[in-house]
Nanobody
């Protein structure tokens, strides 16, 4: 699976962005997808994930209630809708894929996109 993340940009605090991650390859429909982020000077951290069928999702506490992950298997795309953005959400956001069910550990994901920068100004 090859992953291409897009949709990042500069937004004011309180604003919204929608990230997309387009996947190529036949295995997207059986892949769990995750979003991770890495802020400057910090380690990469889990943000959200969704199972292969979209029926189960999980979020980091820091984004719960503000971010929504979804997927469209017909379009081989996973989305991360981000609302009420805060400066602390500034980071490079990465999408990742693994088989079937999601996990919180980045080491368990086999495929990674290139990242898309999200910058939230105060």
């Amino acid at each position: 699976v090859q992953l291409q993340a897009s949709g990042g940009g500069l937004v004011q605090a309180g604003g919204s962005l929608r990230l997309s991650c387009a996947a190529s390859g036949r295995t997207f429909s059986t892949a769990a997808m995750g979003w991770f982020r890495q802020a400057p000077g910090k380690e990469r951290e889990f943000v959200a994930a969704i199972n292969w069928n979209g029926f189960s999702t999980s979020y980091a506490d820091s984004v719960k209630g503000r971010f929504t992950i979804s997927r469209d298997n017909a379009k081989n795309t996973v989305y991360l809708q981000m609302s009420s953005l805060q400066p602390k959400d500034t980071a490079v956001y990465y999408c990742a894929a693994r088989d079937w069910t999601y996990d919180y550990l980045e080491s368990s994901y086999f495929y990674w996109g290139q990242g898309t920068q999200v910058t939230v100004s105060s």
